[in-house]
């Protein structure tokens, strides 16, 4: 078994109008368009994976659907979304 983890991209920053909560900041252009360049290097690689795993925050659901999208899923796997983080951040 391989076990690849993946931090989420680029998202803007804690406390942006409009994103106060956590869980709601969304992936910056910038980071969409790094992981859309990281994404074309896995399939490259010929990167396949059994499931991929998401917490339901916004950046990381947009990490991994980037990702679903540039390297399909062996056996019909699915993309999930079911873990929930717990952890809080401390500043």
Do not use: C
């Not at 790094?34 to 659901?61: E, G, T, Y």
């Not at 899923?73 to 979304?81: C, D, F, P, T, Y």
Request: hydrophobic share 35%; proline share 8%; glycine share 4%.
């Amino acid at each position: 078994m391989n076990l690849y983890l993946l931090r989420h991209g680029i998202a803007v920053e804690p406390g942006t109008p409009g994103f106060e909560k956590d869980s709601e900041r969304p992936l910056t252009p910038k980071g969409q368009h790094q992981l859309r360049q990281i994404a074309a290097a896995m399939k490259k690689m010929d990167l396949r994976f059994d499931l991929i795993l998401s917490s339901p925050f916004l950046r990381a659901k947009q990490t991994a659907e980037i990702i679903a999208d540039s390297s399909p899923l062996k056996n019909n796997s699915r993309l999930r979304m079911r873990w929930r983080p717990t952890a809080t951040r401390r500043r």
